[in-house]
Each structure stands twice: as structure tokens, then as C-alpha cells.
């Protein structure tokens, strides 16, 4: 069981920037990938951000692409999402997941995919 706790949300002007943070607790021996997702009011939960267990991988929406970052430090069992310039459109809820690595390289962009989830975290853009 993998326990998963986002940090770092909360209100952020359009064009500044906010670093969301998720640590993992529990069975952390084994190689998980991460990932980050969010779901505004009304919409379904969409995929935002992908690392794989090495940190060597990385995979982005077109939405979010070139102004987000993700980054992992597997030593403190965090997973970060860097959110540079961000839009009143990237208001939502966002979750951080989690799930066994199947190869080194391997990220992993579908909600199905993941098999545990945090509790999320509000970020809120304003214009």
C-alpha cells in the first residue's frame, strides 16, 4: 500500500508560478511511476504530467506543455509539479498517482493506469 499527500496548491496570479509536491509513505521499495492529473468543476479527471521511477522519462499534455515541469527526488519519495506561467484555464483540483513500474522508462498517461491516488489539492489562477 502506497500512501500518497500533495502539498503546495493554493491561489496563484496568471503568469507567476507554484510548485505542487506529493510524498509518498508505505511500500516505497518498489519502482513506481508518477503522475499528476486534475479535474476542474463539471469535467472529467485529465491527465497533466508523467515520470517514470528513474526520473529519465517524462510525458505532458499539449495543454501544459513548456510551461509545467515534473521532477521526482526518489530519496525524499516526493514527486514534484513545477507550474510556470500558469492559466486562469489550469484552475482545478490536482491529484498525484501512482503505480508499479512495468520497465525503467515507462510513464504512464491514463487515469485507469495508476493504482493509487492522493487526496488533491485546490490551485486556483487567478486573472
Known amino acids: 500500500q502506497v500512501l500518497l499527500v500533495e502539498s503546495g496548491g493554493g491561489l496563484v496570479q496568471a503568469g507567476g508560478s507554484l510548485r505542487l509536491s506529493c510524498r509518498a509513505t508505505g511500500r516505497t521499495s518498489s519502482n513506481y511511476a508518477m503522475g499528476w492529473f486534475r479535474q476542474a468543476p463539471g469535467k472529467e479527471r485529465e491527465f497533466v504530467a508523467a515520470i517514470s521511477w528513474s526520473g529519465g522519462s517524462t510525458y505532458y499534455a499539449d495543454s501544459v506543455k513548456g510551461r509545467f515541469t515534473i521532477s521526482r527526488d526518489n530519496a525524499k519519495n516526493t514527486v514534484y509539479l513545477q507550474m510556470n506561467s500558469p492559466k486562469p484555464e489550469d484552475t482545478a483540483v490536482y491529484y498525484c498517482?501512482?503505480?508499479?513500474?512495468?520497465?525503467?522508462?515507462?510513464?504512464?498517461?491514463?487515469?485507469?493506469?495508476?493504482?493509487?491516488w492522493g487526496q488533491g489539492t485546490q490551485v486556483t489562477v487567478s486573472s
Open positions: 498517482a501512482a503505480r508499479a513500474a512495468a520497465a525503467t522508462g515507462a510513464v504512464y498517461t491514463r487515469v485507469a493506469g495508476y493504482d493509487y
